[in-house]
């Protein structure tokens, strides 16, 4: 199990709050200091069963300088988020092959 973690995000810490109640100790990834790799949000996506655009925060503000109005393809948008960590959704739950985005934090849950 690996949880892709923002701790300062208080949905964030919520997620993982929850896994901890139930007596689950996923691997922390601190995604913005240790930047994840290409292969590593490919195969998040893969897990997700998402579209990159989809793990896009939007509301960030790098997005609206630089993104918002570009029309990026799939690889443009995974080269995105590697470039720029702070555009990946948190928080994600990965456990085996599976993954949520913990929106609601509840969210994880659905895959344990």
Same mark, same amino acid.
């Given at each position: 199990?690996?949880?892709?973690?923002?701790?300062?995000?208080?949905?964030?810490? $919520?997620?993982?709050?929850?896994?901890?109640?139930? /007596?689950?100790? &996923?691997?922390?990834?601190?995604?913005? =200091?240790?930047?994840?790799?290409?292969?590593?949000?490919?195969? *998040?996506?893969? =897990?997700? /069963?998402?579209?990159?655009?989809?793990? *896009?925060?939007?509301?960030?503000?790098?997005?609206? $300088?630089?993104? =918002?109005?570009?029309?990026?393809?799939? /690889?443009?948008?995974?080269?995105?988020? *590697? %470039?720029?960590?702070?555009?990946?959704?948190? &928080?994600?739950?990965?456990? $085996?092959?599976?993954? *949520?985005?913990?929106? &609601? &934090? %509840?969210?994880?849950? $659905?895959?344990?």
């Amino acid at each position: 199990m690996k949880y892709y973690h923002n701790p300062r995000c208080r949905k964030s810490r $919520e997620g993982l709050s929850i896994l901890e109640e139930r /007596g689950l100790s &996923p691997e922390i990834v601190l995604y913005l =200091k240790d930047n994840p790799s290409k292969s590593e949000i490919i195969d *998040v996506i893969s =897990k997700l /069963g998402v579209h990159p655009l989809d793990l *896009v925060r939007k509301s960030e503000k790098i997005y609206n $300088e630089k993104y =918002k109005n570009c029309s990026l393809n799939e /690889g443009q948008l995974i080269d995105m988020l *590697v %470039e720029n960590p702070i555009l990946i959704e948190r &928080p994600i739950f990965i456990n $085996e092959d599976k993954g *949520v985005i913990g929106r &609601p &934090p %509840e969210k994880v849950l $659905e895959i344990i």
